[in-house]
């Protein structure tokens, strides 16, 4: 199926395609499913194992890591991740993927969904589009009556996505990606802002007013 959308970039015009995921994905499948702690080994020795717990909205954070031995990561190969891999809990996601950021140290997974797009589709706009209104319907569709949220792979890969040419994917994803750290730095700068206020307010707070004790009424300055 092809669109075109009311809104672009005005140096592309061709029409936009659909297809579902399994189309388009070089790699899908779920991490290591299974116990981990026996292959458990220090930061020195081992190979970083992302969890679950580690995805937190469309980041990955690396709080109470976890190391696996080098010799678990060899024999698990298919749930090894790279930069540009694509991450989704399996359980209570809420819909939500994280991509492996550029220079992600080498890591192996545990229970998480593993995706890998195409040369044809870009990971960040893969990743934005996943986010989307169009595909977050989907997914609710297929995890409705779980009280977990669970979404496996066979279903992740019927969700449909529609997606333009390669070089306009690209511009799509820089683009909002620069919203986004504009977002950012305002978010950062209203809480610096806010910091400010209440040390001026503590500062300008020198009118003083009585307080009732026992035996007198005491002048007490609210600073």
């Known amino acids: 199926m092809k669109v075109i959308p009311k809104l672009r970039f005005k140096e592309f015009s061709e029409t936009w395609k659909t297809k ?19 292959f458990y080994t220090s930061k020195e020795e081992g190979v970083l194992l992302v969890r679950t717990g580690n995805l937190k909205g469309v980041k990955i954070i690396l709080d109470e890591e976890k190391y696996v031995t080098k010799e678990f990561n060899e024999k698990n190969k298919k749930s090894q991740i790279f930069p540009g891999d694509l991450l989704l809990a399996r359980h209570g996601g809420n819909g939500e993927i994280c991509m492996v950021p550029k220079g992600f140290p080498a890591a192996n997974s545990l229970n998480i969904v593993i995706l890998r797009t195409s040369s044809e589709i870009d990971s960040s706009y893969f990743q934005l589009s996943y986010s989307t209104f169009t595909v977050q319907k989907q997914i609710s569709s297929v995890t409705a009556g779980s009280t977990q949220g669970v979404i496996n792979t066979s279903e992740i890969g019927k969700l449909k996505i529609t997606f333009p040419s390669l070089p306009e994917q690209q511009k799509i994803a820089s683009f909002l990606s620069a919203v986004d750290e504009k977002i950012q730095q305002l978010t950062r700068r209203k809480e610096l802002l806010e910091q400010y206020k209440k040390g001026v307010m503590q500062s300008c707070c020198i009118t003083p007013f009585l307080y009732c004790s026992s035996n007198s009424f005491l002048r007490v300055s609210c600073c």
């Open 20 to 38: 579902y995921v399994n189309d388009i994905a070089s790699k899908l499948n779920v991490g290591f499913v299974g116990t981990c702690e026996p």
